[in-house]
């Protein structure tokens, strides 16, 4: 059984050899004809440009610095070059705030306030909608914050809204006129605004849960901690970032 | 009869070797195009003759070469706090994004991975000192991002209508960012999201690279097409946080500044 079994073995790897061989000369001369022409017309698609692209980099790549070797004129440079950047150091920082100043983050919604270099609160607050309202074809408003550099250009307790028309239009009511009793509304704004020109200010909110989000008509607001801080550190003139 | 025959034989052959000679062409001037890109710079830098007069040669100086790239550096600063509008400042030394305006820096990212061409890498000294030596102006820019995410309402007829459309404030959709600014004298920068979460992102990422890469071969192959020179956009990639970066792109209006360090 043992033997039968390893002739049968052996006369199949013969016969797997002699398959191979044949194979082999039959199709020897197709087989290279074949791969032939292909190994070469990959070598030169690839290699040429490949080879090309070492060369073309080879010769761009930078050449050492020119030698110079004059100390006297390399000492003058150097002290030209040192007492140009102190200059400049000075002329960049005088443009820093040396007092409060507010950073708004709009897309984040955040919003950080500096004394200098100092960071003094950084907390969440609440930016423009990007609503477009339509009023028909004819009035359009766009609830966004600009973005900028805006100084504080008033200061208010207690403030009263005085109310614009898009906030009629939005609720779906008749717009009355300029100084009709129901475009005041009191305590909506918190305790403090401050104005940054335009209509557009920093002021409280009766709706905490939505700070951190999009909502305003374009004004910024804050909790009334934040506001009460805010309020106390930045004065008339000084400079709010929005971006 | 035995004319045809052998032409039978021999055409799939010529086709080839036509294809195959069409492809190395067009590949061998892809290739060429970063010296073209560099002689291109090389003549629009000498035959500035005002730099050229400016350019002091002690610059090159290995002991004043750092000090006057910190000079262009801050010089470029300056004149960037010149505009009261937002502008980028990319500063590849310190690996930093940040934002500025009248020459605060209002936000500052780390960046942790960014990737530098060679061909900048490669600009002689004085290459840089015309290129560097000024803020860059971003010609063109496209992103995943929307700049300005506007939603159109319509204002409501009557109280009943207000209050039933009343808006329910959400975040802003925040779609996944991946963004390439163009700079003047051709650098291109692009900005990728540090991290890939989702398909969402994956996509988004694949679509981006599509679009960016797959209009440059367009041009490869209609420069090649029109025997043109082909074109080399030398490109600084920069990986940072999302939420950097979509402020980042938010926040540069359409026309604004760049000014890059990267040596």
Redesign the interface.
């Given at each position: 059984m043992k033997k039968e079994y390893l002739r049968y073995i052996k006369e199949l790897s013969g016969k797997i050899v002699s398959l191979f061989t044949d194979c082999s000369k039959m199709h020897l001369l197709t087989i290279v004809k074949f791969i032939y022409?292909i190994v070469i017309?990959l070598c030169?698609?690839f290699l040429?440009?490949?080879a090309?692209?070492i060369i073309?980099?080879k010769?761009?790549?930078?050449?050492s610095?020119?030698a110079?070797d004059?100390e006297e004129?390399?000492n003058?440079?150097?002290q030209k070059?040192?007492s140009?950047?102190a200059a400049?150091?000075k002329?960049?920082n005088s443009?820093?705030?040396k007092a409060f100043?507010l950073?708004i983050?709009?897309?984040?919604n955040e919003f950080n306030l500096y004394k200098g270099d100092k960071l003094i609160k950084s907390d969440k607050c609440s930016t423009g909608?990007?609503?477009?309202?339509?009023?028909?074809d004819n009035q359009e408003w766009?609830f966004?914050t600009p973005?900028?550099?805006f100084q504080i250009r008033g200061k208010t307790t207690s403030p009263v809204w005085k109310k614009p028309d898009w906030a009629f239009?939005?609720?779906?009511?008749p717009v009355p006129s300029v100084n009709h009793n129901s475009r005041f509304e009191y305590g909506v704004l918190g305790d403090y605004a401050l104005s940054l020109g335009d209509g557009y200010m920093i002021h409280g909110t009766l709706y905490q849960r939505?700070l951190g989000?999009?909502?305003t008509h374009g004004c910024i607001r804050l909790n009334d901690e934040n506001l009460k801080l805010v309020y106390n550190s930045l004065q008339t003139g000084s400079?709010v970032?929005i971006? | 009869m035995k004319y045809s025959k052998e032409m039978k034989t021999k055409l799939p052959k010529i086709i080839?070797s036509i294809i195959?000679i069409i492809?190395?062409s067009y590949?061998?001037t892809?290739?060429?195009a970063?010296?073209n890109k560099?002689k291109q710079y090389v003549e629009s830098v000498y035959s500035d003759t005002v730099l050229i007069k400016n350019f002091?040669?002690?610059?090159?100086?290995?002991?004043?070469?750092e000090?006057?790239r910190?000079?262009w550096y801050?010089?470029s600063?300056?004149e960037l706090?010149k505009h009261?509008?937002?502008h980028m400042v990319i500063d590849l030394i310190d690996s930093t994004v940040s934002?500025s305006?009248?020459?605060?820096f209002?936000?500052k990212t780390k960046i942790e991975k960014f990737e530098k061409d060679?061909?900048l890498?490669?600009?002689?000294?004085i290459q840089e000192f015309k290129f560097l030596l000024h803020p860059l102006l971003i010609t063109s820019q496209y992103a995943t991002i929307v700049k300005?995410?506007?939603?159109?309402?319509?204002?409501?007829?009557?109280?009943?209508?207000?209050s039933l459309n009343a808006?329910k404030?959400?975040?802003?959709v925040q779609n996944p960012a991946f963004a390439s600014f163009m700079l003047e004298n051709d650098i291109r920068i692009i900005f990728e999201q540090d991290t890939i979460t989702n398909s969402v992102d994956e996509y988004a990422k694949q679509q981006f690279s599509k679009y960016i890469y797959g209009t440059q071969f367009k041009k490869t192959i209609s420069n090649f097409v029109k025997f043109k020179k082909q074109e080399y956009i030398p490109t600084i990639v920069i990986y940072m946080p999302v939420?950097d970066l979509?402020?980042v792109y938010?926040?540069l209006?359409y026309r604004s500044y760049v000014v890059l360090r990267y040596k």
């Open positions: 022409p017309g030169l698609v040429i440009p490949y090309m692209k073309v980099w010769s761009i790549e930078l050449k610095e020119i110079f004059n004129a390399v003058a440079t150097k070059i040192e140009r950047i400049i150091d002329k960049l443009k820093k705030p100043y950073v983050n709009s897309a984040s909608s990007y609503v477009l309202l339509k009023n028909g766009m966004k973005k900028g550099v239009v939005e609720e779906g009511l939505f989000l999009p909502v400079k970032f971006y | 080839l195959g492809t190395i590949l061998i892809v290739s060429l970063p010296a560099n002091d040669t002690a610059y090159c100086h290995s002991e004043i070469i000090m006057a910190e000079m801050k010089e600063l300056l706090s009261d509008s937002i934002l305006i009248s020459g605060v209002i936000h060679k061909l890498n490669n600009f002689s000294l300005e995410p506007i939603v159109e309402r319509d204002a409501p007829k009557d109280t009943l209508e207000a808006w404030p959400d975040t802003l939420d979509r402020a938010r926040a209006p």
